[in-house]
């Protein structure tokens, strides 16, 4: 039971408070409140970020910031009204439900490291770098996730915010695969970005989510797409290579052999989409 | 740990203990009954409140969040042509999501003043009904747009 319930307003005393107290943080509590009456996480002890004096959502040369607190809603917001890094909205408003989307943040989504997190997806996609407090360190995101829940980060610190790349000129899939619209947790999903010219590959970014203890993106495989020409037999390469890649579980969403037909057929889905004009379903 | 909030437009100040969730608190200690308890865990929107402005689960919330907010339920809704609209559209069987339900349409409606069925369908995504099958429920969101419109026509 919460016995004890801080607001801290700078990054000094938050820090002090994690160290000292090893109380949970939370921002919206979309995540916190639903494991702690579960019973999977135990604490006498929340910090509120919420009252954390911290900088807004904005844009930094070529990069999106998104801060501690930025809900999913205003991030959606933020994106409609200066026209950056639009694709993102077809990820944010599969998260949850508005009630969640209100009280959620993209920040909390990366700092609990779920393979099946769709920030996390989007943050691998845009080639996220973290920004931690009060240590003022900055590293990838791929490098900021150890594995399933586990993040490099000592005790005294934070995750203050992200920075994604703005990205423009580039066609985009995204799919989420779950037994309904809302409130899903996804069975597997895929996100693809891809920039094109004289229908040659100039720049692809490929991610799955929940086929793999982390999230899935080969920088190797992508590379090695540079320069070929967008066809068909492209993406059955593409769809191969990934199935080899992933490694899902089964559990109570799907089997393992049904999240490995999912990599393939998302791939061939996402060509069907962006490149052909007949679209199959 | 004292609190002040608005609720329904009235000044609360009170003193909660900090493990209390904001759905007890308003429900049990304040007497709003029209939020419920459904899941308890964000699934089903029944314990929907909306605060400054935005809809939210009052059962993934702490009581001594709502300090320095407003809070906004059915029982204080002034205007009732979105509950209207409902029982026009007999969007309502049982009605325990009911109230869950015109505060997300409220909340959209405050945004959206002509909104899709699309639209509708994403606002209302987070509320479940286990009665009416959903139909109905944006039939009756349709008709409050309706009925504003022509309200709004009059003057």
Redesign the interface.
């Known amino acids: 039971m919460i016995k004890n319930y801080f607001r801290p307003k700078t990054i000094d005393e938050l820090s002090e408070l994690k160290l000292k107290t090893k109380g949970y943080l939370f921002s919206g509590g979309t995540d916190l409140f639903v494991k702690l009456r579960a019973g999977t996480i135990d604490t006498d002890t929340v910090i509120d970020t919420k009252y954390l004096n911290s900088r807004k959502i904005e844009i930094t040369g070529n990069k999106l910031f998104i801060p501690i607190n930025a809900t999913y809603s205003e991030l959606r917001m933020f994106i409609k009204q200066n026209n950056v890094n639009n694709m993102l909205e077809n990820i944010v408003k599969t998260i949850g439900s508005p009630m969640i989307r209100n009280r959620g943040t993209p920040v909390g989504n990366i700092s609990n490291a779920s393979p099946a997190g769709d920030f996390v997806l989007a943050s691998y996609l845009f080639n996220a770098q973290v920004i931690i407090e009060p240590t003022s360190r900055k590293l990838p995101v791929k490098n900021f996730i150890k594995g399933p829940g586990k993040i490099d980060l000592r005790e005294n610190e934070f995750v203050y915010g992200i920075e994604l790349e703005i990205l423009n000129d580039y066609k985009f899939y995204f799919e989420k695969v779950g037994r309904r619209n809302a409130m899903i947790i996804s069975i597997a999903s895929l996100g693809l970005l891809l920039k094109e010219k004289d229908n040659k590959i100039k720049d692809i970014r490929i991610a799955f989510g929940s086929v793999a203890p982390y999230i899935l993106r080969d920088e190797n495989l992508e590379k090695s797409l540079i320069g070929e020409t967008i066809n068909e037999e492209l993406f059955k390469h593409i769809a191969i290579e990934y199935q080899k890649l992933s490694s899902p579980i089964t559990d109570v969403r799907a089997t393992k052999e049904y999240r490995k037909s999912l990599v393939h057929n998302l791939v061939i889905k996402a060509y069907n989409n962006l490149f052909e004009k007949v679209v199959k379903e | ?1 004292i609190i002040k909030f608005k609720l329904n437009g009235k000044e609360i100040v009170k003193d909660v203990p ?2 209390k ?1 904001a759905l007890d608190f308003l429900r049990d200690d304040l007497g709003v009954l029209s939020i419920k308890e459904g899941c ?4 089903c ?1 029944a314990c ?1 409140i909306l605060v400054d402005g ?4 009052s ?4 009581a ?2 709502l300090d320095g907010k407003e809070v906004l339920t059915v029982e204080g809704l002034k205007d009732k042509t979105i509950q209207n609209a409902f029982v026009e559209a007999g969007a309502i069987q049982c009605g325990f999501c009911t109230p869950g339900f015109i505060i ?1 349409t409220k ?1 959209l409606l405050n945004e959206n003043k002509n909104p899709s069925s699309e639209e509708i369908k ?2 209302l ?3 479940l009904c286990r009665c009416t099958g959903y139909l109905k429920i944006e039939e009756a969101v349709k008709l409050a747009v309706k009925m504003y419109n022509k309200g709004s026509d009059k003057k």
């Open positions: 740990m900090v493990h969730r308890g865990e964000g699934e929107g929907t935005k809809n939210i689960h059962c993934l919330m702490l001594v969040e997300s909340a994403e606002a995504e987070g509320n």
